[in-house]
């Protein structure tokens, strides 16, 4: 048999740009729901490193790009959620840090200050004063120049913790194999027919149902490298996923200082060397996760080859630190983004829609927000909200699917 529900709207995927959007349209009064079928933020939210970012980096071929400018005014609109006065209310989520900073070698000197002072940049970064270095830069063994970015970088765990808490009653795991999607007379988004409970070993069950199907007016997929296959299940005929790989390395070790830093090599390519985040595993214990350069050219390298690499390049632009009996990690991770026709990566968020389906993308964490403006406003002139707030559906859902819990950091799990 099959059970009956209906809502607004249907969110698939749990990540951030599903919670964010969650947030964003129970707040405007649409009765939503979102589905997840591992734990929140499993795949790219948690691979993410947390920052929050002007787009400088993308300038670092010389010029300002497309995605310079499309970024650059996100980080002030997420300090203004972390303050309590912006769209979505983080005043309780965890700043990592309010700084961040790119380094480069003695070596480099002028050709960064040269960089950094040009007209266009001018205004938006700082050079910081060697007596004003942050405590880890200040113990520097080696020359080097350090520049402070509009930038900062969160605890993403914290942040998919308070946007879950915001409406967690409408946040369900659910099974991800067999789901069906259904069409109306003219061919547009209907219904979806899922398991009841997850069938991976949850308690919860449907004891007089072994499906569900939940009507709604639109279907919106944000699911990162998912988005395929729910796609492909809904028939949509226009947009297709694309995956950009990386090979990423943690360290963990007692005493690690704090760093939260692009590190630029010779070439001032788009990547930089070496992106340095910091963080707190379960244990107390400090975390640097490394990205950049580093995650790019390690796809497809052995995990015990890509740490020697690691280790050589902190060894040559952090000489004063000591790595020796730390515990390291690698985890590969598919980064999703919508299909472009040359392959490049987007410049921005993007999100497609087609028969009452969405497919969407937001390319970067920060660009969260901008995904989610798109979207309210393609569902503002199509979408009739149900009366009430869906309590109804919500409660008979509760006793077919489990919460989704929230998942861990790789280092964690």
Known sequence: MT???STDIVVFGGGIAGLWLLNRLRDEGYNAILLEADGLGAAQTL???GIIHGGLKYALGGSVTDAANTIAA?????RACFDGTGEIDLSSCEVLSERYYMWSSASYRSKIKAFFGSKSLQGRVQAVPRDEFPPFFAEATVEGSLYALPDFAVDTPSLL???RARYEASIFKVDPRDIRFTRDASGCASSVTLRAGTGIGEAVRDAENDTVSIDAQRMIFC???GNQTLIDAAGMRKPASQLRPLNMVWVKKAGLGSVFAHCIGEDFSLTPK???????????MPVWYL????AESGVGVPDDELIERAKRLIADLFPWVDLSGAQWGCFAIDRAEAKMADGSRPDGALFIAEDGYIAAWPTKLTLTPALADGVLAELAASV??????GTPTLDALAQIFPKATLAKAHWDR
Do not use: C, M, N
Not at 384 to 389: M, V
């Open 223 to 225: 699911a990162g490298k």
């Open 384 to 389: 009739t909200k149900q009366a009430g707030d």
């Open 3 to 5: 059970a009956s529900h």
């Open 291 to 294: 990205g950049g350069e580093l």
């Open 274 to 284: 070496l992106t340095v985040t910091t963080h707190t595993a379960d244990d107390g």
């Open 74 to 78: 996100l980080p002030a609109r997420w």
């Open 161 to 163: 913790s308070v946007l």
């Open 47 to 49: 691979a993410s490193q």
